[in-house]
């Protein structure tokens, strides 16, 4: 199996401009997480999908993030309008299982938002 | 409070020693608990999961449980340099949400 896929792997974008990072989960996985990693805050969960439908987006920063899952191969996080302190690593993780906690992450988009 | 708590370190043991890691949370009703291993510029990888109070040994591995003190640990033997990376604590909580701790980065010493 290839594992979660997400593209792009880095990503530089000035303030203001919209950002749309990818993810492909693991075939036959049914949930699918994004979270973001910083140095301050860690490992946080931002909004998963069981099924293509959102279960849980309590972790969604503000309005300027926004999530869709068309179907279950695909996934897009999007940032609009971008800001410097979106700058992180965001991954993206999918599970066959309804623990939470099971998961396969994928290699992470590093973002910098100058 | 934070929902999940570790030391950030770095913990440095010596190759072949065993590397104790703590975990606290604080949601009593929380049920499962995991650790991650992530070694720099990379993701993190599930390496131990845990529900119940005790021990669970996977390898060198041992993640222990203890719920009435609210802590969880992970110890790992014969400790490698290979091992040296930072280790996250996870907890699902009574309403079934995921936190993460910071994580502790352990460097193993050759």
């Known amino acids: 199996d290839a594992g979660v896929i997400q593209s792009p792997r880095h990503e530089v974008t000035e303030m203001g401009q919209e950002v749309t990072l990818r993810c492909k989960p693991i075939s036959g996985h049914d949930y699918l997480f994004w979270y973001r990693q910083t140095m301050m805050r860690g490992l946080e969960l931002l909004i998963y999908?069981?099924?293509?439908?959102?279960?849980?987006d309590s972790g969604m920063p503000e309005d300027r993030f926004s999530a869709k899952m068309p179907n279950a191969s695909f996934s897009t996080l999007k940032i609009q309008p971008s800001e410097p302190r979106d700058s992180a690593v965001y991954f993206c993780?999918?599970?066959?299982?309804?623990?939470?906690?099971?998961?396969?992450f994928g290699p992470g988009t590093r973002l910098t938002v100058t | 409070q934070k929902e999940v708590e570790q030391n950030s370190g770095p913990l440095s043991v010596p190759e072949g020693a065993i590397a104790s890691l703590n975990c606290t949370y604080s949601?009593?009703?929380?049920?499962?608990f995991f650790w991650y291993r992530q070694y720099s510029g990379k993701s993190p990888e599930l390496i131990m999961s845990?529900?119940?109070?005790g021990d669970k040994e996977d390898g060198r591995f041992t993640a222990q449980l203890n719920k009435a003190s609210q802590y969880v640990s992970l110890l790992i033997r014969d400790s490698q340099p290979s091992d040296s990376a930072t280790y996250l604590c996870a907890v699902n909580t009574g309403a079934n949400n995921l936190f993460f701790g910071t994580g502790t980065r352990l460097t193993v010493i050759p």
């Open positions: 845990i529900y119940s109070n």
């Open positions: 999908f069981n099924n293509n439908v959102p279960i849980d």
């Open positions: 993780a999918s599970s066959l299982s309804s623990v939470l906690g099971e998961q396969y």
């Open positions: 949601d009593r009703v929380s049920q499962s």
